[in-house]
């Protein structure tokens, strides 16, 4: 690998270590928020997964969903939290006690650290209640629904600056499913109008909700026709799995990631020349993540409140899926400006709760720790010659797949590197030529013997990193071994 500071790709924009909690399952109730809990505050937040939240330094969550806000209003979710309705939420059949809302969740975000990625509900509704809600969460004070926030004791405008409009509006599980066009021409008009409200807001239009879906790609290129001159990124969803059992193709998705990725980019650059505009779209991964469980039913029983649902246990192997799909939006930082590991805790997660109980972090809570720690500054251009391998459904898969940051402020350089191989160590020589002499601070290495390891209630740190990995430096050069499917991060100054 060489690793050159002259080779600059793209500046890393933080929010791709972004992260989604929607109401759904535990996430919202028994993960951020369960006021019986012992670590809870007086407003009802665990303190401990604030804490494990905290440590992520998570820029940007997005909320209330997903597939819930399709079905969502959200006037019931603010004002007084004994005066809320209970109701019928159809999007996971369960019921929605509103006891979280909008201004819990901003509260709760602020505690976090981070920055709010708002959604408005483009399933059941439309131009009317978007543009009140940004009304009510940004305008200062003066009008219906920011005098309604104030009496609501928020005093402050909340300034949520980006927004989904909608989200999977081409699946036939949303509720309020949509044609392109029928969506192109709403998301158009709501973003109109979201900016006449405020128009420092920043939008995301839905993409398709993956790259299998029978109208990818005419989807995109239709949507951004109707919503160019309005909307600033387009989303992208994406989940893997490893149902079929087979680890060296499952290793390989990130190959599926990276294809999606340089498509839809593609397509904005198509629609960008179509309509000889000067302005050109960025990406929002808003949606990524390993998820085994998918396609499972809603919970088995109707209209629960806030069952376990998706409660998916992560592998390492999950985890090293997850490090490599880190690395390929870091080799596209040119283009994803936002991502959200979907979802944060206890839905496909990589923090878990019990109820009443403890928490514990999963295998894949790692590599999104590092990447967001360290993988801010300057994406290099990596050149990497590796051995390859094919699968089952990808050809030329590289064992190594690399990719380095380098933070010139702290004057730190990082990188992040994954072994492939499920037998062999692979032997790594990093050319640091430009750089002059370095020092190693630390080669942290996530691994284990069984691939198949996880971490549980019972047993939480079964496979959790250390730094006793085997780089060192010689001649300007980095050598290290690294393990069998392994997670590594050498980090340097
Ligand atoms: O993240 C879980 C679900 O996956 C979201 O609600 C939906 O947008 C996607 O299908």
């Known amino acids: 690998m060489i690793v050159d500071k002259d080779f600059i790709l793209a500046e890393v924009d933080p929010r791709i270590y972004g992260s989604f909690i929607e109401h759904l399952g535990r996430a919202v109730y028994g993960g951020i928020y369960e006021p019986s809990h012992p670590t809870a505050d007086e407003r009802g937040f665990r303190q401990d997964a604030l804490e494990a939240i905290r440590r992520l330094q998570v820029p940007i969550i997005r909320y209330p969903g997903g597939n819930f806000v399709s079905g969502y209003n959200w006037e019931d979710g603010v ?30 975000a602020k505690l976090a650290g981070s920055e709010v990625m708002m959604a408005v509900n483009l399933g059941t509704r439309g131009v009317d209640a978007a543009r009140n809600l940004v009304e009510y969460c940004n305008h200062p004070s003066g009008t219906y629904w920011s005098d309604l926030r104030i009496s609501h004791g928020y005093k402050e405008p909340h300034k949520f600056k980006t ?61 951004l026709d109707l919503t160019y001159d309005q909307v600033d990124y387009l989303s992208l969803h994406t989940y893997y799995n490893n149902n079929e059992n087979n680890s060296e193709n499952f290793l390989a998705r990130s190959m599926d990631m990276d294809q ?50 998706f409660e998916d246990t992560y592998t390492l192997e999950d985890a090293l899926v997850v490090g490599c799909c880190l690395i390929t939006m870091l080799k596209h930082a040119d283009r994803v400006k936002m991502a959200c590991l979907a979802q944060l805790i206890n839905v496909i997660a990589p923090i878990m709760t019990e109820n009443g109980g403890p928490l514990w972090l999963q295998t894949t809570y790692y590599p999104y720790l590092h990447a967001s720690l360290y993988g ?31 933070n010139e402020e702290q004057g730190h350089i990082t990188v992040f590197a994954v072994n492939r191989h499920l037998e062999d160590i692979l032997d790594l ?8 002499r370095v020092k190693l601070i630390e080669h942290v290495v996530l691994e284990h013997d069984n691939i198949k390891a996880t971490n549980t209630k019972l047993h939480p740190e079964q496979v959790i990193p250390h730094n006793r990995g085997t780089a060192r430096i010689e001649d300007g050069h980095i050598h290290a071994r690294l393990s069998k499917s392994s997670w590594n991060v050498i980090r340097l100054e």
């Open 79 to 108: 004002g007084p939290q004994e005066e809320r309705k209970r109701k019928l939420e159809l999007a996971w059949w369960t019921t929605e006690t509103n006891q979280v809302g909008t201004n819990e969740f901003a509260d709760w």
């Open 163 to 223: 927004w989904c409009l909608g989200n999977e509006m081409d699946g036939p599980w949303q509720i309020g499913a949509k044609t392109a066009v029928e969506y192109g021409r709403l998301a158009n008009e709501t973003a109109k109008v979201m900016k006449w409200v405020d128009p420092s807001l920043e939008l995301v239009a839905c993409g398709s909700s993956s790259r299998g879906m029978p109208t990818f790609a005419d989807w995109e290129a239709t949507v």
């Open 260 to 309: 999606f990725i340089g498509t839809v980019a593609s397509i904005c650059d198509y629609v960008q020349a179509k309509k000889r505009s000067k302005k050109k779209l960025y990406l929002s991964l808003d949606e990524w993540n390993v998820w085994n469980s998918i396609g499972t039913s809603r919970a088995s029983e109707r209209w629960q409140v806030a069952p376990a649902e």
């Open 376 to 406: 801010r500054g300057k994406v290099l251009q990596p050149v990497i010659r590796s051995p390859k391998y094919d699968s089952k459904d990808y050809t030329d898969i590289p064992y190594l797949e690399a990719i380095s940051v380098y």
């Open 429 to 436: 020589d990093i050319n640091l030529r430009s750089f002059g």
